[in-house]
């Protein structure tokens, strides 16, 4: 079965971290730039982190840059989104998405319509 599959969401206080995990199963992410896009209630989608497959091109949003990093293990199939220094805005449920690294290039890092795996989700509240 072809999944994409988050983890590591959770409740976090303003200035904490989590760890995401972007995990694949039936096909080999390894061959795939992955992006993650987060969506916030009453707000749109929106492009996070991105990084290529083969080179680990990484790109960030510049609300997240600094304090995001986004990794690979191919070995393990995964992806990942270190989160430091989190804020309140930071709330959102947060996806996972595959693309082919040659059309995000083509057509653009945050075009979401690019990527045609995503995972169901993982919710991250930054709250006191």
């Known amino acids: 079965q072809v999944q994409l599959a988050e983890s590591g969401g959770g409740l976090v206080q303003p200035g904490g971290s989590l760890r995401l995990s972007c995990a694949a199963s039936?096909?080999?992410?390894?061959?795939?730039?992955v992006g993650w896009f987060r969506q916030a209630p009453g707000k749109q989608r929106e492009g996070v982190s991105c990084?290529?497959?083969?080179?680990?091109?990484?790109y960030y949003a510049d609300v997240v840059k600094g304090r995001f990093t986004i990794s690979r293990d191919n070995a393990r199939n995964t992806v990942y989104l270190q989160m430091s220094s989190l804020k309140l805005e930071d709330t959102a449920v947060y996806y996972c998405?595959?693309?082919?690294?040659?059309?995000?290039?083509?057509?653009?890092?945050?075009?979401?319509?690019?990527?045609?795996?995503w995972g169901q989700g993982t919710q991250v509240t930054v709250s006191s």
């Open positions: 998405a595959t693309a082919p690294f040659e059309s995000l290039v083509r057509h653009g890092i945050w075009t979401q319509s690019r990527y045609d795996r």
């Open positions: 039936g096909f080999t992410l390894g061959n795939y730039a």
């Open positions: 990084i290529s497959n083969g080179d680990g091109i990484t």
